[in-house]
């Protein structure tokens, strides 16, 4: 599918006129619109609302407003129930002229990754190329966070500023390889700005099953004039079908003040009804922090974290499961499938050397993510229980009878047992 913008369509109109852009604006400015009232609609999919501009446009295109709207890919305001009684007329004349191909999915010779793991392979190169290695239906989680259009420096042939149109297009077409690769029940999840993330979810409602749009509360920059602040990302969970093929269950730790233990949000009465491992997680994350640190960055790009990943994989895999990132990165997706035992595909434009190293050298990612487990799926993570206990607040143990005090304990021990056994594996 393509995006266009009204700035789109009136380019299209110039370059078929034969006009420079400068002519272009010219022939404008006889509508008495200036420059800035048309770049008004290259970065935005909406119609002019000012009467003077619309007709200043619509008399440059030669065009109707109904036409302008058809253009822009959309039913006509107002004409939507004529659309709807005229079906068999639009398709008839669709599909008389034929010009939609049937697209072939076509297996490209087999790349050589450029590093395999017993669990995984690692590709060098365009991510929409690559794709066509990957059979339909046979990817269990895609998680995708790829350059957010936002002109910041990647590694040398890696741009991140196109038109706003052209993002959209390239985008479209890889969610399409995404939705193709999910198993049936497969989590497709999309790391971006919200900005981007509108327009996204839009096309991929048509497609997959929406779960849930994500907040992930993070300051991510400096304060924009006659703006809100920006500080979260967004994250978009689908799936292929119905209903999820795995959904486990996420649990984070009551928030506490760090000082004294005590719960930040009143519970009130149903203290005794938190269940000892924790709360459900909800769809606002905000216990998600930048890796900014250059003891815990592996590249000086845009890096997530492994708690991020962890969650995400966690949530939507078992072991054995597969997961694909398209746009490797610093390699999060990938270490942390390593640490989960999950299978998994990556792709990577740019330096793939430093996913390499981080992969043959474990041991950080493997600190990074016993911390991570300290808290996971505990009402109150040790640390804390002991600060709640030395100032006689209650914990989840007051309300356990002996029997399961034993079974937590049991628990505890299976699950450490469980994350040894993984961490073992990878020494
Ligand atoms: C935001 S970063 C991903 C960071 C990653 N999630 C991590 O935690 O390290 C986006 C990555 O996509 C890569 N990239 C951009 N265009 C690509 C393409 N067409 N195919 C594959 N990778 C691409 C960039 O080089 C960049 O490393």
Redesign the pocket.
Known sequence: MRFFTVFDIVKNKADQLGHTEDEMYAFLKKEKLNKKDLLAYQESGIIPTDEKVLNGILNYLDMSRVELELKLGRIPEGFEDIFLNNTKEIAKILEERNSVQEEEHNPIPATQPYYSSDLGKLYN????ELFKQVSSESVDTVFA???FNLDKE??EG?TDKISFSGYLDWYYNWIDECVRVLKPGGSLFIYNIPKWNTYLSEYLSRKLNFRNWITVDMKFGLPIQNRLYPANYSLLYYVKGEKPKTFNVQRIPLQTCPHCGKEIKDYGGYKNKMNPNGVTLSDVWSDIYPVRHSSSKNRK????SVKLLDRIISMSTNEGDVVL?????????FAVSELLGRKWIG????NCEIIKDRLENKEKDRKLFEKVYEEKNKLFPDKVKELRKKNSLWTDDDFKTDTEKKETEKDTKKSKDNFDQISLSLK
Request: with cysteine; aromatic share 14%; glycine share 18%.
């Open positions: 190169g365009d991510c929409l966070d790829p350059p990647y590694d890696v790009f845009n890096e997530l990132d398209p746009f490797g990165g610093s390699g999060t997706t792709f990577e434009l740019g």
